[in-house]
């Protein structure tokens, strides 16, 4: 039990003592993504080979929280060389060990190659996926074992609570926290320092500080990561909220869906508990505070402040209109501060570093960093922290390289389902939570859908619209008949039912869902529709008017056709398609039986590419087959 | 509790300041249609057809009157080109529903809207939660709630509570805006299903066909 900062100071000193900055360290990221690539099972070959080798004693290896380059996972770094290793595998591990660990010799087929310069990269710093980073909350990632709360306190953990709580006034960390700038980093981009300033100054004795862990976007994954690798940064930016703002008592709405995240979470909390960071007096200050952990049970529309304050309440998560706010009037009534989970982990940079140190970062009205979820068709998926106001094309080309397989960028999508589709012209925008909104997208909680050529733009809006359809809670009618009406209407148009006036209607629909709806989900519902409606026209009005999907994707609106010319009887497609449409032999010129096509793409995607003989289809019928008489095909002897 | 000042449709309006904008515009006879607002219970905020343009300092907002706290020098627009074609989607979604609502058809002729633009989905019931509600908020015994949710939410009664509770009381029926009596097809139905409930069937079907306008067919479905 710590009882004041100086003995927390001493603590950390003796941590660090113990710990040689020159002994090597192996550190497995032990965040999902790379769990479920086969982390443990690296980890567990790293401690039995250093044991075989006899050098259990020298070396320390330890399972981390996410570095995000999950397209490359596992990922090892080795210290204090900072070597990176990616998609390591068991059988790499004796290498990794009597090579590298024991004659510092680097292995050269595990390393980065850097596409541009082929060049191999040995540290991960120098790796351009990180370089042109800011890694101000996830850079930590790497350098911790989540469930060691030495790894945090060596990092400088818990050092801006002390100070908070003996340094500064309640008063002052909010002043601190407003002169940030800090926005909520969980869609809305409300100012913190504000927010916590009217629950501050709201009356009543008992007041309440929450962390919004119910992160549900499709493909959002940067709440989890900081969650699950660095769960005490969270804790540390909550109890430094409550103390600003006179809580006593606080909770993490964490999804169910995340079990290592709960698991990390309550053990920090235990461990913040044993130290004396969390209970009556915190360092001997006079402050008392405790944390719950609460799961969600999966409903998406929770993550909305007032539905999860009910959710909390026990009672069903459907959101109730504002005002009164949460600030006035939140959990059981009384003033509450709600936060996300990357927004409560920037609190103790801000109070640590300073205010100034914060506003370096970022642009006019939005200062900092902000995390993203890069996913799609992207070839460097993963968890990308910059500076707000860097361009989307220097993440998508200079961090992410890019779009796969010589695609054509066609569109990226900000800020989770209800967010916007931006394409090619917009490129060049920075990145902050005014501009993104100009151009008709939002920031929302961080996540990042890269599309390519081959995505059709009405279909992903039917997409999101299911979700959305699927997630509003059906309280209020705007939400539920409006989403349910555009999304019927988007099946249609991908379905080739579309009619002459469905665009209007969707926009019609789509306005009363963003102007009357109770609350975010259905207000912000209506995005995908409209930014679709406004850059990608044109598809639109191909598949109404032409019943023709110009990215071929639309399976009712596509056929698939053997070009009798081209067509050389290999048998490839025959064998590979699933629903025993093509009919053949070796010396007999493939057909469709285009009744039996299921629109697979396979026989597309198998023709070899000297051949090119399927064609795709959409808006124009299909050539009829060729006559059985003409389909066999005599062959050139080779000569004896 | 003091007296504040606002406008509503440029008429100065002193309303008490713990009263929402609809109460201030009823209480200065201006009218604001709802469809899920009662005065015995808590303000809902679920039908939103009392959506209203609110300008305060210079921004105007669209918010539902009936759950908006009244504020002092607030210009409020109960009708705009804008309200009325939000409120004409509304009653059009919601007519999709429940064609034969009273309610929703002087709606219609109101805000001049199509009852038939959107494809029928005759459940009746358009969710306005004023039988849940009353049950629990009046009644306290809430027989009836809401299952489900988004497209599938509907209303649907706890048959344990409701096999003790219902016979003798049915004063959700007539609060109903579709057709006067969806609560009692779905109190019957859910009674039906009820292996010990304290009536048999043929007299859960004649007591729920006794109530006038019932929408329940002899064969116990909805009139389609």
């Known amino acids: 039990m710590i009882n004041s900062p100086a003995e927390l100071e001493r603590l950390r000193q003796e941590i660090l003592s113990k710990r040689d900055p020159d002994k090597p360290r192996i550190s497995v990221c032990a965040g999902a993504g790379c769990l479920a690539s086969g982390a443990s099972k690296v980890i567990s070959a790293f401690n039995e080979e250093l044991e075989k080798q006899g050098l259990k004693g020298d070396v320390s290896t ?10 490359r996972g596992p990922v090892v770094v080795i210290d204090p060389e900072e070597t990176c290793y990616l998609q390591v595998k068991p059988k790499d591990v004796p290498a990794i060990v009597s090579q590298t660990i024991k004659e510092k010799k680097v292995i050269e087929r595990l390393l980065y190659v850097d596409p541009a310069k082929r060049e191999r990269v040995i540290r991960a710093s120098d790796i351009p996926f990180y370089k042109n980073q800011e890694r101000n909350i996830i850079g930590n990632n ?25 340094q500064m006034t309640s008063e002052q960390v909010v002043e601190e926290v407003k002169r940030s700038n800090l926005r909520g980093r969980g869609g809305g981009g409300f100012p913190t320092g504000i927010k916590w300033d009217a629950a501050r100054n709201a009356p009543g004795e008992t007041k309440y500080v929450i962390v919004n862990a119910d992160e549900g976007d499709p493909g959002a994954f940067m709440d989890r990561a900081v969650l699950e690798g660095n769960p005490h940064s969270i804790l540390e930016g909550l109890i430094i909220g409550a103390y600003a703002i006179g809580s006593h008592e606080g909770y993490v709405y964490v999804r169910q869906e995340y079990p290592l995240a709960l698991e990390n979470v309550g053990i920090a909390i235990k461990q913040a508990e044993e130290h004396g960071f969390l209970g009556s007096n915190i360092l001997g200050s006079g402050f008392d505070f405790n944390i719950k952990v609460h799961r969600g049970a999966g409903a998406f529309v929770c993550g909305e402040e007032t ?57 006019g009205r939005s200062k900092g960093t902000k995390i993203f979820s890069l996913v799609g068709k992207i070839k460097n998926t993963g968890l990308v922290e910059v500076p707000m106001g860097v361009t989307l094309r220097d993440i998508i080309y200079k961090i992410g390289d890019g779009i796969p397989g010589a695609k054509k960028f ?22 902050d939570f005014d501009e993104l909104a100009k151009v008709g997208a939002i920031m929302g909680s961080g996540g990042m859908i890269v599309m390519d050529e081959d995505t059709c733009m009405v279909d992903v809006a039917r997409y999101f619209l299911n979700f959305l359809t699927q997630e509003s809670c059906g309280k209020c009618s705007p939400c539920r008949e409006g989403l349910k009406q555009m999304h019927r209407i988007l099946t249609n148009i991908t379905e080739g039912k579309g009619k002459e006036g469905d665009i209007e209607l969707l926009e019609e629909l789509a306005v009363s869902t963003r102007s009357a709806s109770l609350c975010a989900l259905g207000r912000s519902a209506p995005n995908p529709v409209l930014s679709t409606i406004r850059y990608f026209r044109d598809e639109y009005e191909a598949h109404i008017k032409e019943k023709r999907c110009p990215s071929f994707s639309c399976k009712q609106l596509v056929s698939y056709y053997i070009d009798p010319e081209l067509c050389r009887a290999c048998l490839l497609c025959m064998k590979r398609c699933t629903s025993e449409a093509i009919s053949g032999a070796t010396d007999r010129i493939h057909v469709i039986d285009q009744t039996k096509c299921n629109k697979c793409r396979t026989c597309f995607d198998v023709c070899p590419s000297h051949c090119h003989a399927v064609r795709r289809f959409s808006g124009e019928p299909v050539p009829a087959p060729i006559p059985d008489e003409l389909r066999t095909i005599v062959r050139r002897r080779k000569a004896q | 509790m003091s007296e504040i000042s606002l406008r509503i449709d440029g008429k100065d309006v002193a309303a008490r300041e713990d009263m929402t904008l609809l109460e201030a515009a009823r209480s200065a006879g201006i009218s604001i249609p709802t469809v899920c607002h009662h005065e015995k219970l808590k303000p809902f905020g679920g039908c939103r057809l009392c959506t209203v343009e609110a300008e305060a300092a210079g921004r105007t907002n669209l918010v539902a009157a009936c759950i ?15 309200i009325d074609r939000i409120r004409k989607v509304l009653t059009e979604q919601l007519l999709a529903h429940a064609p034969e609502s009273e309610v929703l058809q002087n709606l219609a002729r109101e805000y001049r ?29 809430n027989a009836v709630g809401f299952v489900d949710r988004g497209p599938s939410r509907e209303i649907s009664f706890v048959p344990e509570i409701a096999a003790s509770e219902c016979w003798d009381c049915k004063e959700c029926f007539p609060l109903c805006p579709t057709s006067a009596l969806q609560a009692a097809f779905v109190l019957m139905r859910s009674l039906s299903s009820f292996a010990s409930a304290s009536k048999p069937e043929s007299k859960i079907q004649a007591e729920t066909h006794s109530v006038p306008g019932s929408p329940v067919a002899s064969d116990g479905r909805g009139i389609g």
């Open chain 1, 410 to 431: 066609k569109a990226v999508q900000t800020g989770g389902p209800a967010g916007g589709c931006i394409p090619e012209e917009h490129l060049d925008i920075a990145v």
């Open chain 1, 142 to 166: 790497i350098k911790i074992d989540p469930k060691c709360i030495d790894d945090y306190l060596a990092l400088g953990g818990y050092s801006a609570l002390a100070k908070a709580l003996s």
């Open chain 1, 307 to 363: 539905a999860l304050l009910l959710s909390l309440e026990g009672k069903p998560g459907e959101p109730r209109a504002r005002p009164p706010y949460p600030a006035t009037r939140g959990l059981w009534d009384k003033p509450t501060n709600i936060n996300n989970v990357e927004t409560w982990a920037n609190v103790p940079l801000i109070i640590n570093r300073g205010a100034d140190w914060f506003n370096r970062f970022g642009t």
């Open chain 2, 68 to 82: 908006y706290p009244v504020q002092k020098d607030l210009v409020v627009r109960t009708r705009s080109e804008q």
């Open chain 1, 62 to 71: 330890k399972g981390t929280g996410c570095p995000g380059f999950c397209e």
């Open chain 2, 113 to 141: 809207a199509d009852k038939d633009r959107f494809p029928k989905e005759p459940s009746f019931c358009i969710l306005c939660g004023l039988c849940v509600r009353y049950c629990a908020e009046i009644k306290q015994k």
